[in-house]
């Protein structure tokens, strides 16, 4: 039977009435149970005790902030954090400056920037119940007036990327047909403006840069992490050209950026490499020049100053990130103050070409903002975010471990170890990382935190095959029907699990989104007998049908990293090691999670899996959000999702007698 916020509800109040107390005046005390959010419907979800909003509490009330724009005529900044349900756009006007919110929507507002030259208003995007089919607003700052600046329909719009005279942006957008993501110019004060400019074909195309005279638009095509190219497109005639070599193998070029004359752009590239470089490439003898040649670890993101003189870029080392600055004529290094060991992402000079903005997110604080002094190197702190109740320096700081496959492959990952107070042998979750073109990155654990303090829960992060970070062999060794191999290496970590004094191997739990979701139940049907538990999280439950129903502009370029299901062996290898079609294996509590309106995974995937499940006279837990997509970005979804999640935990991780293997 399909699940229905009513039908959750009606279960839970029934089952609670059996349970209020009555005081000798007649009256009933408070609830002995959680009632469950209308937005949410609760299936074979026990009541959840009404103590564990308090036991759990800060935990759940941290928040994070991350710069979406500078302004571009004064020294303050355009950023996004959640002082209620979701997060809106603040303004920040000096270092550790108090946020002025500017929007106040229900739904989170995701990519955000300034008029170039004068700062008048903003350009945001913004979806409707996780749907993905975000739309453009403009936010006029005078007066608060927001307008539409898209279709408002079941188009993807986004990537924003401003004219030189602040007049036009350009962006892509499926409007056309919801496959494709073709070009779009448009003057954001004149919504009728906008105009196509380039039809294409796949949805992995968006737009890098303008050129300095206005009258190109510099395009990335996007085949996977592996593939991409560059185009030049000329707005006057729609003229097309290809930029980049037309290499017979797999090759990643990114970033993308016009020096301020016009005649060089600065790319990140493997090509010839085994990690991303900094590349400058001329366009006059399309000749490439490798840059910052001393750096042994890939560049992953790089932003250059508007006057052309300084370059910034972040290299991933191991996970963690390292930033460097240089100066682009002497091309030496800039001196740069120091920094927590941390991720660092969202990077931006202002228009001064002295400030550079970005996000830093640390295993002992949230994402938060913060900028350099490209002459001084001096780092200042914009916002401080809230821990919640948390003690920083108390904050479990990873250790990064390794072990062999299956096949002799080295595979590491994070290891977070509960405090010393906590004796034994301890419990394991293993966290698997979505994409699988993603990394498990030592950043804020926020709730995870709980099951390390509060429960002595050690935690393990896994970069198996696949990940990215590790130079594009390794991203391949999973394509197509190399599937199981990455199933194999968490095999590989339950035995390593087994080999360590301070870790229970009788009681691990597996868990994980999206893809990880996906490894999540291959984990389940494949060693069964080796978990206690599991935790989907909008999963894959069978690579066929999902390539069949996730939204077309995301279709192919799926297809490149599992496989195109239109194969018949293809298919026959998606059906064939499909959870669904082994969940018969299955013989461990599961719990699922799964957004309504999700366009990545659909929820057909979660309800097939679990009818599966009980077919099979399996143990099931379903929740589902019915205003969120691909993962619950609404807080009081996300807070009921942990408390489910915590006493999932508690009876099947913890509780001795139910946990273990044989």
Do not use: C
């Not at 959680?34 to 959840?48: F, I, K």
């Not at 002082?83 to 106040?104: D, K, S, W, Y």
């Amino acid at each position: 039977m399909p699940i229905t916020p009513r039908s959750a509800r009606l279960r839970l109040i029934t089952a609670s009435l059996f349970l209020l107390p009555i005081t000798a005046a007649g009256q009933q005390q408070a609830p002995a149970f959680l009632p469950v959010p209308d937005q949410l419907a609760a299936e074979s979800v026990p009541p959840l005790p009404a103590s564990l909003p308090g036991e759990v509490r800060r935990y759940t009330e941290s928040r994070s902030a991350g710069l979406r724009d500078w302004h571009p005529m004064r020294r303050e900044m355009l950023i996004g954090t959640r002082f209620g349900n979701t997060a809106q756009l603040h303004r920040v006007a000096m270092p550790g400056g108090a946020r002025t919110q500017l929007t106040f929507f229900e739904e989170p507002v995701g990519e955000a920037t300034y008029q170039p030259t004068l700062g008048e208003f903003v350009v945001f995007s913004r979806d409707a119940g996780g749907s993905e089919f975000g739309q453009l607003y403009r936010l006029d700052l005078a007066n608060g007036a927001v307008t539409l600046l898209t279709d408002g329909g079941r188009s993807q719009n986004g990537g924003i990327r401003w004219s030189p005279d602040g007049r036009r942006i350009a962006f892509g957008s499926t409007r056309r047909n919801g496959a494709d993501r073709d070009i779009w110019v448009m003057n954001p004060r004149d919504p009728a403006s906008s105009r196509m400019v380039a039809e294409v074909k796949g949805g992995g195309w968006s737009v890098a840069d303008w050129s300095p005279d206005g009258t190109r638009l510099l395009l990335r095509e996007g085949f996977s992490v592996q593939s991409s190219r560059y185009w030049l497109l000329t707005l006057e005639t729609a003229a097309r050209e290809q930029l980049t070599p037309p290499d017979s193998g797999d090759v990643a070029w990114s970033g993308g950026r016009f020096t301020p004359d016009g005649r060089s752009l600065y790319f990140t590239t493997d090509r010839q490499s085994e990690f991303p470089q900094l590349v400058r490439f001329d366009l006059q003898s399309r000749a490439t020049e490798q840059l910052m040649t001393s750096l042994t670890w890939g560049v992953e993101t790089f932003d250059l100053s508007r006057d052309g003189r300084r370059l910034a870029l972040v290299t991933n080392e191991a996970g963690r990130s390292v930033l460097y600055l240089y100066d682009v004529r002497t091309r030496k290094r800039l001196a740069v103050g120091p920094l927590p060991a941390g991720v660092i992402g969202g990077l931006n000079w202002h228009f001064n070409s002295k400030d550079l903005g970005f996000s830093l997110s640390s295993a002992r604080s949230p994402s938060d903002v913060y900028s350099v002094d490209a002459e001084t190197g001096l780092i200042s702190r914009w916002t401080t975010s809230e821990l919640g109740g948390l003690v920083a320096d108390q904050l479990a700081e990873p250790e990064l471990v390794k072990w062999k496959s299956f096949d002799g492959l080295e595979v590491s990952g994070f290891l977070y170890r509960p405090p010393a107070t906590f004796t034994g042998k301890r419990p394991v979750i293993i966290n698997i990382h979505g994409g699988p073109e993603g990394q498990a990155r030592p950043g804020f654990q926020g709730r995870n935190n709980y099951w390390l303090n509060e429960l002595g829960v050690a935690l393990i992060f896994p970069n198996i095959r696949g990940s990215t970070g590790y130079g594009k062999k390794f991203v391949s060794l999973d394509n197509g029907m190399k599937r199981e191999d990455s199933v194999r290496d968490i095999g590989a970590l339950l035995d390593w699990i087994r080999s360590q004094p301070a870790l229970d191997a009788n009681r691990v739990l597996v868990t994980g989104g999206s893809y990880g979701g996906y490894m999540t139940l291959m984990v389940t049907t494949t060693y069964p007998d080796r978990i206690a538990a599991a935790v989907d999280v909008v999963g894959i439950s069978n690579l066929a049908t999902f390539l069949t129903n996730t939204e077309s502009y995301r279709r192919d370029l799926r297809r490149v990293e599992y496989g195109d299901e239109r194969d018949p062996a293809m298919r026959e290898f998606m059906e064939k090691t499909a959870p669904l079609t082994n969940a018969n294996r299955i013989t461990r509590p599961l719990f699922v999670v799964q957004g309504a309106n999700d366009p990545r995974v659909p929820r057909t995937e979660a309800d097939q899996m679990v009818r599966q499940v009980r077919q099979n006279g399996g143990a099931v837990w379903y929740l589902v959000g019915l205003n969120e997509g691909h993962g619950f970005q609404k807080k009081d979804n996300a807070d009921f999702q942990f408390f489910a999640t915590v006493e999932f935990v508690r009876r099947h991780l913890l509780e001795e007698g139910r946990a273990g293997v044989p």
